[in-house]
């Protein structure tokens, strides 16, 4: 799977120790995570998706159930006892400002006492978000890491870290992309400063995404 290597870096720390752990992949478009899932043998994955097309790819995933629907705070899927890990990724920001809180409330209701929610986004703090906006008229939503964690507070969740995502790029050209965008990064938080001061509204991640885990209070 061309994916498992992120997934393995970003992912697999957070997953739940039981197989039979209750999972929802929430917008999982093609269904590469629940096929991640799948191939590590966990046996309870529901994924859900707008798109029939995209759902009927997973119908041959083992232990995955796969489901087509609207993704709204009304539509979250309740189970007896909650989900372990309840994983959005790449979706909140097709809602609107008004709307998001109302997910993020239902998604943490959701939750099992123990369980974890991810919800992974673009970093709306980087220059090339812009590009990434206009390119896809659904977006409405583009959060920093900051607007992400007060996002998930104030919906009611403890947050347990903000980080930007892990990409695996090596060889010279790899090294050289990584030092430009640090260097790049500094140039950018330093024109921010003479902008505005000091302050914490400041962007603290540089990666090009960010994931977000949090929990019940």
């Known amino acids: 799977m061309g994916n498992a290597a ?16 209750a999972i929802l992949d929430l917008g ?8 991640y899932l799948s191939g590590l043998g966990y046996r309870n994955v529901t994924a859900v998706d707008r798109d029939p097309q995209a759902i009927a790819a997973l119908n041959d995933a083992s232990g995955v159930t796969a489901r087509t629907a609207e993704v709204s705070a009304a539509t979250v899927e309740l189970t007896e006892r909650g989900w372990n890990l309840l994983v959005v990724k790449q979706m909140v920001y097709y809602f ?21 929610l991810i919800v992974e ?14 390119k896809d008229p659904g977006i409405v939503t583009a959060y920093t890491d900051l607007g992400l964690r007060r ?36 140039l950018y938080r330093l024109m921010l400063i003479l902008e505005r001061g000091r302050d914490d509204e ?10 977000a885990v949090a929990r019940k209070r």
């Open 6 to 21: 992120y997934y393995d870096d970003n992912y697999r720390a957070l997953l739940p120790a039981d197989k039979d752990a």
């Open 151 to 186: 996002l998930l507070e104030q919906s009611g969740l403890i947050v347990e870290s903000v980080t930007g995502a892990k990409l695996r790029r090596n060889g010279v050209r790899g090294a050289a992309y990584g030092l430009a965008q640090s260097l790049w990064f500094k």
């Open 96 to 116: 609107d400002r008004r709307e998001a809180p109302a997910l993020i409330s239902a998604l943490r209701d959701a939750l099992a006492p123990d369980g974890r």
């Open 28 to 35: 999982c478009g093609q269904g590469d995570f629940s096929r």
């Open 202 to 211: 400041l962007p603290r991640t540089m990666a090009k995404t960010v994931i």
């Open 121 to 134: 986004i673009f970093n709306g703090a980087m220059l090339s978000s812009r590009f990434t906006e206009l």
